[in-house]
């Protein structure tokens, strides 16, 4: 069974600063990896989607690779702002070929952003 | 870009009765909608997978009778909760996809608070 699993587990850093998630998953046969963001009490925004055959993704400040051979993939938030302060989710889906299967996600790390 | 409506955002409703949650892709259409369940300060976990047309599949130790899903249309996937109890309190929040390669989109979840 497929687990995913986040370090670390909270942060809290100065605004301004450049820091890296961390996000890794047992089983590397996997469709694709998503990162998510989820403030408090909401729903979840996708920030970026990282398909197998991908080895990095960039949106803006943020910037996700995935090393899928050894189950690995880093969400890199530069110059980071109060605004970014958030849960952040890591996320993979596995195709069993009868369509598509749920996401397994991490626990998440709590990242506050210090003004 | 893909949206998915969530309603309601939260309901409190009195132990023993039944509520129901939409979830509705307003701009694409979901052969495949997931519902998750997420506890306070825990990770979502996928409590089913609901294709249109067909009945849903439940994920190990979530009770089908007592969370009905209804995928009649390709726009719309519903969860009922039927005799809810106090531990069925949380957060509630659906997920669609177009195709695996375009990634997930959530709603914006249900807290539910049974009393």
């Known amino acids: 069974k497929q687990e995913v699993t986040q370090i670390p587990a909270a942060l809290s850093v100065p605004e301004g600063e450049n820091l890296v998630l961390n996000c890794s998953f047992t089983?590397?046969?996997?469709?694709?990896l998503q990162w998510f963001r989820q403030d408090p009490g909401k729903g979840l925004t996708s920030l970026l989607l990282i398909q197998s055959s991908q080895r990095e993704q960039t949106s803006g400040r943020l910037n996700a690779s995935l090393d899928k051979s050894s189950g690995r993939s880093t969400l890199y938030i530069a110059a980071s702002q109060p605004g970014d302060s958030a849960t952040y989710l890591c996320a993979v889906s596995q195709y069993s070929g009868g369509g598509a299967d749920g996401l397994t996600f991490g626990k998440g790390t709590h990242l506050i952003i210090q003004p | 870009g893909a949206v998915v409506s969530q309603h309601p955002s939260w309901v409190i409703c009195k132990s023993g009765t039944s509520v129901k949650i939409e979830c509705r892709s307003l701009?694409?259409?979901?052969?495949?909608m997931f519902w998750y369940r997420q506890f306070p300060k825990q990770s979502l976990m996928l409590m089913a997978t609901?294709?249109?047309?067909?009945?849903?599949?439940?994920e190990q130790g979530v009770e089908k009778d007592k969370f009905l899903i209804n995928h009649a249309s390709l726009t719309l996937s519903t969860l009922t909760v039927t005799s809810a109890h106090p531990e069925d309190s949380s957060f509630y929040i659906c997920?669609?996809?177009?195709?695996?390669?375009?990634?997930?989109?959530f709603g914006s979840g249900t807290r539910l608070t049974v009393v």
């Open positions: 997920s669609a996809i177009q195709w695996q390669g375009y990634g997930y989109t």
């Open positions: 089983d590397s046969a996997i469709y694709n």
């Open positions: 701009d694409f259409q979901a052969t495949t």
């Open positions: 609901s294709n249109e047309g067909s009945k849903a599949t439940y």
